[in-house]
């Protein structure tokens, strides 16, 4: 059972950057997709970018142009590069890895970012 460990989440002020880590040892990078999902106070949670197991990245329409996702050579670990951030991004962000064939999916603990105005 793979076990993903989440690290860089925090208290930021608006306008301010946070980088995200989550890392995936053991998986198998070439059948896997990675990415971040994140749930408000009271809200659902939503997927807000994706990686694929060939380096696509997908964003939510309300992070484009702001947030980039990112995977590192091995491809076992996956970024979240936030800049910009609002208070509109104040929530518990969730990585994920999503096998491609499977769509077996496992996520992490969750980490919290907090945005203050």
């Known amino acids: 059972q793979v076990q993903l460990v989440e690290s860089g989440g925090g208290l930021v002020q608006a306008g301010g950057s946070l980088r995200l880590s989550c890392a995936a040892p053991g998986i198998d990078a070439r059948v896997n997709d990675m990415g971040w999902h994140r749930q408000a106070p009271g809200k659902r949670r939503e997927p807000v970018a994706i990686?694929?197991?060939?380096?696509?990245?997908n964003y939510a329409d309300s992070v484009k142009g702001r947030f980039t996702i990112s995977r590192d050579s091995a491809k076992t670990t996956v970024y979240l590069q936030m800049n910009n951030l609002n208070s509109e991004d104040t929530a518990v962000y969730y990585c994920y890895v999503r096998g491609v064939l499977s769509a077996k999916t496992t996520w992490g603990p969750g980490t919290q970012v907090t945005v203050s105005l």
């Open positions: 990686i694929s197991n060939d380096g696509r990245p």
